[in-house]
């Protein structure tokens, strides 16, 4: 019987401390590596993330077009089903009672009012106005540019005064959506621009009730699309923006890993709009009586906007890293992000109207507003002449007061400077003498006589 050998074992080709260094080393390599390509890393050149951020908006719109088209599609689908087999049903039922159909009742409507067709339509509208879609040529705005600019330029007058809008910011910037992982955010610094929008290439179109626009056939401009239920009007004007509005924080990150605060990081970031160009597109929508829903105005930009910004960053306390390129891409993004998701289509934003019937309360100007400014001065002669009495009281009263303690001053000096001698001498048979030395007094020094 042959005996058994084990076959020997192979021995490993490294050894502990070398596989240790070479671990430690491929660490080294990879985070170098995720640091210089990552971090700071050449970012894309700003056409070419406009180029791209530019097709995603747009393939989100079409996608977005596509689907409310097929949804429609399905519900005109739905309707007409609907509608078929009402009729069906409505056809059975007068066969087989063998009556006409009853007149339907209404409610009798006044007769006084006359202002016309209750709703008109879209092409009636633009025919009183004057106004063909097809050939109007784009209008120019000036005249909005110069009243839009007072009134920015108002508001930065104001917020120069009043630190409302610092507050403001400081309040959102640390709501309940600041992450646990970011400390207190303090606003360093705020600069509301010196440059004004430029609104130019205003036209109006018509939309259907899902605010997409009727697209012009090969023969020229369809006038039936007017006539479609839901369809309105809608303003579209280019906007363009160059100026520098910044906003500078500082804060710090928090590793609260292993343990609470085990490492914090400060960091400062200044955020400036550059240059602002797209397609502002305004529109209202009519009042509803049986819903009780004001009018309202609704605005949105198209998805060819262009929005620059310069991004300013320093991490660190001691060592400090300068304008991470990535930080700067991320901030961007996050930006994009917010502004698309508010008010790029298909997303809107809504705002109901207040009404604009003339009323009493709001009416200014004319022999109220001399009135009421003929009070308000005499008010402030009044509250001026009482301030002046007032301070006339406090003189006179000051002045009473400074001669009583002069008076009170005088009179305990004179009462001081007074002898001080006894009336024992002044009658009797010693008056006019005075005693021998009093007790107490040094010997060889006399008195003198009163």
């Known amino acids: 019987m042959e005996q058994e050998v084990c076959p020997a074992k192979a021995e490993p080709t490294l050894s502990f401390t070398q596989g240790f260094i070479l671990g430690q080393l491929s660490v080294v390599i990879i985070l170098a590596a995720f640091i210089r390509f990552f971090i700071f890393g050449d970012p894309p050149s700003p056409e070419a993330t406009a180029a791209a951020r530019a097709s995603e908006r747009r393939q989100r719109t079409l996608s977005h077009k596509k689907s409310i088209l097929s949804l429609r599609e399905a519900r005109e689908k739905v309707q007409k089903q609907q509608q078929q087999k009402q009729q069906q049903q409505q056809d059975s039922q007068q066969k087989q009672d063998g009556l006409q159909p009853a007149p339907t009742l209404g409610k009798k409507k006044s007769s006084i009012l006359r202002t016309g067709p209750p709703n008109l339509t879209i092409g009636a509208i633009l025919e009183k106005t004057y106004y063909k879609v097809d050939s109007h040529q784009p209008e120019s705005l ?12 108002q508001f930065r007058s104001d917020a120069q005064h009043d630190d409302a809008i610092l507050s403001s910011l400081t309040k959102a910037l640390n709501g309940a959506s600041r992450p646990d992982f970011v400390d207190e955010i303090r606003v360093t610094e705020l600069s509301l621009g010196e440059d004004f929008p430029i609104f130019s290439n205003c036209r109006i179109i018509p939309v259907d009730e899902d605010g997409l626009s009727f697209e012009p056939r090969r023969g020229g401009f369809d006038a039936s699309w007017l006539t479609r239920p839901g369809a309105r009007l809608q303003a579209r004007m280019d906007v363009d923006l160059s100026d520098m509005i910044t906003l500078a924080v500082e804060t710090k990150l928090l590793l609260n890993f292993p343990k609470k605060l085990s490492a914090v990081l400060p960091v400062a970031l200044a955020v400036s709009v550059v240059r602002f160009s797209g397609t502002l597109s305004i529109s209202f929508i009519p009042s509803n009586p049986s819903e009780n829903t004001p009018t309202k105005m609704t605005f949105t930009f198209l998805d060819d906007y262009r929005l620059d910004f310069s991004i300013r960053s320093l991490l660190g306390s001691r060592s400090r ?5 990535k930080i700067a891409q991320l901030v961007e993004s996050r930006l994009h992000r ?17 009404s604009m019937w003339p009323r009493k309360k709001n009416t200014r100007g004319g022999d109220e507003a001399i009135a009421e400014s003929i009070s308000k001065a005499k008010g402030m002669e009044i509250a001026r002449e009482l301030r002046e009495e007032a301070a006339r009281s406090s003189r006179e009263v000051e002045t009473e007061a400074d001669a009583r303690t002069d008076r009170i001053l005088h009179e305990s000096l004179r009462y001081r400077r007074r002898p001080r001698v006894s009336n024992l001498f002044d009658d009797g048979p010693l008056a006019g003498q005075m005693p021998g030395p009093m007790p107490g007094s040094m010997p060889g020094v006399d008195l003198p006589s009163p």
């Open 338 to 354: 917010w502004f698309d998701e508010r008010c790029v289509e298909p997303r809107f934003q809504e705002i109901a109207l207040p």
């Open 321 to 325: 890293l300068q304008d991470v390129p």
């Open 142 to 153: 000036d005249w909005f540019n110069v009243l839009i600019a007072q009134t920015i330029a």
